[in-house]
């Protein structure tokens, strides 16, 4: 019950004691049928006040005079008192912390008080009829008030796991995203320092000169994309559904590979297209992260790879040399979140790495339409 409903409530229930009260004393003076018709709304105006749920037991206790006190004085007021025991009732069977066992008990004894105020004033069995359907009104109301909060608090509980789950999805694409950014960078600058002291230790000034400065580009270019993760952080931009073109992305990274001085081959088959940007981010990050393990554990082996554009996916497949003294990547962040990455597009994708016959061999396959990799036929 809202602030508001509830001093509402309680203003009506105010002037219903006012109404009823002075109604029955103006027409048969102080009785005890007027006192007990009162005390009947003073509980309907104490379980108002004590709807909180740490006033529990007392709000019972409330509602139960409320209902006890009207039914015994409904035959003798003819029906007036029966306002306290409607809301008396609907109040017990409308509170989720309320059993409806005890809202059941209390209607059973405001029965039995309204068979032993019909002995002291008799009424018609007509009467009696239209006031048990009046507790039965009581009782309907509030399961159907008890079934609507319930319903509330579900789609309230509903909402705040789908606002979870879609931080916490947002978080592990951004985690995936500094990880790629900052593994793709820093890979590339350790091998260009490791080359500029051995171009050092071999008196060639020049060449670690200019290793040195593509050092320094993949740093700004590694610094550049790290901000934009922080910006996205803060501030998400809205996501983009326009295709894209993925092929000029991988050109460039093939090209920053061999520019540090590894060794790769691209080779495409299929006809090249815009695909939907989340694909096309999925397949720039595969190829990032694949050619970053590639430095990283096999730094001058041959990477090749290889893109198959079909008519409903397309095929990724990066492969590098091994050799005794290069190791094959772990299970890291990095393919975990290509897996995760890929297995998040709309028409699903897949991921695989592992050594086949002295390769690393990395495969991915990315839907593009509702029947892709990972999703049932219709």
């Given at each position: 019950?809202?602030?508001?409903?509830?001093?509402?409530?309680?203003?009506?229930?105010?002037?219903a004691?006012?109404?009823?009260?002075g109604?029955l004393?103006?027409l048969d003076?102080?009785?005890?049928?007027?006192?007990?018709?009162?005390?009947g709304?003073?509980?309907?105006?104490?379980?108002?006040?004590?709807?909180?749920?740490?006033?529990?037991?007392?709000?019972?206790?409330?509602?139960?005079?409320?209902?006890?006190?009207?039914?015994l004085?409904?035959?003798?007021?003819g029906g007036?008192?029966?306002?306290?025991?409607?809301?008396?009732?609907?109040l017990?069977?409308?509170?989720?912390?309320?059993?409806?066992?005890?809202?059941?008990?209390?209607?059973?004894?405001?029965?039995?008080?309204?068979?032993?105020g019909?002995?002291?004033a008799?009424m018609?069995?007509?009467?009696?009829?239209v006031?048990?359907?009046?507790?039965?009104?009581g009782?309907?109301?509030g399961?159907?008030?008890?079934?609507?909060r319930?319903?509330?608090a579900?789609?309230?509980d509903?909402?705040e796991?789908?606002?979870?789950?879609?931080?916490?999805?947002?978080?592990?694409?951004?985690?995936?995203?500094?990880?790629?950014?900052?593994?793709?960078?820093?890979?590339?600058?350790?091998?260009?320092?490791d080359?500029v002291?051995?171009?050092?230790e071999?008196?060639?000034?020049?060449?670690?000169?200019?290793?040195?400065?593509?050092?320094?580009?993949?740093?700004?270019?590694?610094?550049a994309?790290?901000?934009?993760?922080?910006?996205?952080?803060r501030?998400?931009?809205?996501?983009?559904?326009e295709?894209t073109?993925?092929m000029?992305?991988?050109?460039?990274?093939?090209a920053?590979?061999?520019?540090l001085?590894?060794?790769?081959?691209?080779?495409?088959?299929?006809?090249?297209?815009?695909?939907?940007?989340?694909?096309?981010?999925?397949?720039?990050?595969?190829?990032q992260?694949?050619?970053?393990?590639?430095?990283?554990?096999?730094?001058?082996?041959?990477?090749?790879?290889?893109?198959?554009?079909?008519?409903?996916?397309?095929?990724?497949?990066?492969?590098?040399?091994?050799t005794?003294?290069?190791?094959?990547?772990?299970?890291?962040?990095?393919?975990?979140?290509?897996?995760?990455?890929?297995?998040?597009?709309?028409?699903?994708?897949?991921?695989?790495?592992?050594?086949?016959d002295?390769?690393?061999?990395?495969?991915?396959?990315?839907?593009?339409?509702?029947n892709?990799?990972?999703?049932?036929?219709?």
């Amino acid at each position: 019950m809202t602030e508001r409903n509830r001093w509402l409530s309680l203003s009506i229930a105010a002037l219903a004691a006012i109404g009823i009260g002075g109604t029955l004393i103006v027409l048969d003076g102080v009785t005890w049928v007027s006192i007990v018709a009162v005390l009947g709304i003073v509980g309907w105006i104490a379980a108002t006040l004590l709807w909180e749920p740490r006033w529990r037991v007392p709000f019972i206790v409330a509602a139960a005079v409320a209902v006890v006190a009207g039914c015994l004085t409904a035959t003798a007021t003819g029906g007036l008192s029966l306002v306290p025991v409607v809301v008396g009732i609907l109040l017990l069977f409308g509170r989720g912390d309320v059993r409806m066992s005890i809202g059941v008990g209390v209607t059973l004894a405001g029965v039995a008080a309204l068979a032993i105020g019909g002995l002291v004033a008799p009424m018609p069995g007509w009467g009696l009829v239209v006031i048990a359907g009046w507790l039965l009104v009581g009782v309907l109301a509030g399961i159907n008030r008890r079934a609507m909060r319930s319903a509330q608090a579900d789609a309230a509980d509903r909402r705040e796991q789908e606002s979870r789950l879609r931080e916490e999805q947002r978080r592990v694409a951004l985690a995936r995203d500094l990880h790629d950014v900052l593994a793709h960078s820093l890979g590339g600058l350790t091998v260009q320092l490791d080359a500029v002291d051995a171009l050092l230790e071999a008196g060639h000034i020049d060449q670690a000169r200019e290793r040195v400065r593509k050092a320094r580009v993949l740093a700004g270019q590694g610094l550049a994309d790290a901000r934009g993760a922080v910006a996205a952080l803060r501030a998400p931009a809205p996501s983009s559904d326009e295709p894209t073109d993925p092929m000029p992305g991988i050109d460039d990274l093939i090209a920053a590979h061999r520019s540090l001085g590894e060794r790769v081959d691209l080779t495409v088959t299929g006809s090249a297209r815009p695909v939907p940007a989340a694909v096309a981010s999925a397949l720039l990050r595969a190829v990032q992260e694949s050619l970053s393990n590639a430095r990283r554990h096999a730094p001058g082996a041959h990477t090749g790879v290889s893109l198959h554009w079909g008519a409903d996916e397309i095929g990724l497949r990066v492969a590098n040399d091994l050799t005794s003294e290069h190791a094959a990547p772990g299970g890291g962040y990095g393919l975990r979140g290509m897996r995760e990455r890929f297995a998040a597009l709309p028409f699903g994708g897949d991921v695989d790495a592992r050594e086949v016959d002295g390769f690393f061999v990395v495969t991915a396959r990315a839907g593009l339409e509702a029947n892709g990799p990972g999703r049932a036929s219709a």
